[in-house]
C-alpha cells in the first residue's frame, strides 16, 4: 500500500509541478494583497482536487464507454508521461504540465484566476488527469485506490503551501533551483513512464515482456 502511495505522489509531483506552479502563482498574483492570494490558492487548489477526484471516479467507466482497454491506456499514458518527463528534463514548457503562453497572457487580465488557469490547467492539467485514470483504472482494490487519492491530496497539500510561500520559494529556489527540482522528478517520471508502456505490452498479450 505504501508503494502505491509513493508512486503515486511521485507521478502527481512530476505531473502537477508544485515548484513550477509556486513561480507561476507569484507571477500572476502579483497585485493580488496577500488575503487575496490565500483565497486564490485554497480555491484553486479545492477544484483542482475536485476535478482530479471526479475523473478518478468516473475514469473506468469512461473507458469502458468508449472501448478502451486497460493495456491501451497504460501504454497510451505512458507515451503521454514520458514526452512530459523529456519536456521536465529538458526544461521545455508544453501544454502537458503548464500553461501555454496565450493561456499565461489571458490570465494576467483575469481579476480571478483561481479556476483558469491555476486549477485547469495549472493543477488539474492533461498530465494529472491521465494519470489518475491511469492509477485508478489499474487497480479494483479500494484500499489502493484510497492510496492514489491520498497521494494526490498530498502533492496538492504541498502545492497549496508552496503558493502560500510562493515570494519566499521564487527567491529561495529561483529559476535554477526549480529546474533542477524538475530535473529529478523528470527522471523519476520517465522510469514511471516507461513501466506504464512495459505493463501495458505484457497485459495486452502481444509482447511477453517480463
Known sequence: MIETFLISFTTFFATIGPA?????FAALTGNNTPAERRGIALK????????????????????????????????????LLLLISLDMVFVRHSGG?????????????????SVVPLATPLLAGPGAI????????????????????????????VGYLMMLAATGVQRVLGVT?????????????AALAVQFVFDGLKTSGLFNIG
Open 177 to 189: 533551483g526549480v529546474h533542477v527540482i524538475s530535473r529529478i522528478f523528470g527522471v523519476l517520471l
Open 130 to 157: 491521465g494519470s489518475i485514470i491511469l492509477l485508478t483504472s489499474a487497480t479494483d482494490d479500494p484500499l489502493r485506490e484510497t492510496m492514489v487519492f491520498l497521494g494526490l491530496a498530498a502533492v496538492l497539500a
Open 20 to 24: 513550477d506552479v509556486a513561480v507561476l
Open 44 to 79: 484553486g487548489t479545492l477544484f483542482a482536487g475536485g476535478i482530479m477526484v471526479i475523473f478518478g471516479l468516473i475514469g473506468d467507466p469512461l473507458l469502458r464507454m468508449f472501448g478502451i482497454s486497460l493495456p491501451a491506456l497504460r501504454v497510451a499514458g505512458g507515451i
Open 97 to 113: 504540465n503548464s500553461t501555454t503562453d496565450e493561456e499565461e497572457a489571458e490570465a494576467m487580465d483575469r481579476p480571478d484566476i
